[in-house]
């Protein structure tokens, strides 16, 4: 028997589902390998929200040699422009437009790492472990385990704007 493994740009795309995609509204079509890049199309029923989910989303990938990219539609099939935000409380806004129906979000909060810091944006997600079949051999049914706030970690842009945003973990 021959194990085959299930290649790194489907294991994007099956986080980005599972994160993103927990939000009534947003649909996470198929990945696309019949191009290159490779594309992620996610279709979003409000454009307010695609616009929202599309500036908080890393919407490029490079992985190895292929090159991953997520396109965000609005309800008339658009491609959605994203916004850069230009201070914490916009990206605060834009994150609580992109994720505030999402099942995994818990809350957003601009605070500074360290006293006299510049602020950061926080987002929270619930207590929960985000599952889903994988391939993976170092799990006994080959699936991926990992908290909620570590694959939206994975598949939100570490600093839109150039404002910092980290992903935490409800306490409760």
């Known amino acids: 028997m021959t194990a085959q493994l299930s290649p790194p740009w489907y294991t994007l795309w099956n986080e980005i589902k599972a994160s993103i995609g927990n939000n009534p ?6 990945l696309d390998t019949s191009q290159t890049p490779y594309i992620v199309p996610i279709s979003v029923d409000n454009h307010d929200t695609a616009a929202a989910i599309a500036s ?8 190895g040699n292929i090159t991953v990219d997520v396109q965000v539609k609005d309800p008339a099939g658009n491609i959605v422009t994203p916004i850069t935000p230009g201070s914490v409380s916009q990206l ?8 505030g129906n999402n099942g995994w979000f818990k809350e957003v909060l601009p605070k ?9 944006v926080f987002v929270v997600f619930a207590k929960a472990v985000i599952q889903f079949y994988n391939d993976d051999l170092s799990d006994l ?15 939100l842009h ?15």
């Open 25 to 30: 509204g947003v649909t996470v079509e198929d």
């Open 112 to 120: 500074p790492l360290y006293p006299n810091a510049p602020e950061v």
């Open 158 to 172: 570490p600093s839109p704007g150039g404002i910092w945003l980290y992903t935490s973990t409800a306490e409760e």
């Open 56 to 63: 908080i989303m890393n919407l490029h990938y490079q992985i």
């Open 141 to 155: 049914y080959h699936n991926y385990n990992n908290v909620a706030a570590f694959v939206f970690r994975d598949v």
């Open 92 to 99: 605060v806004e834009l994150v609580e437009s992109g994720l």
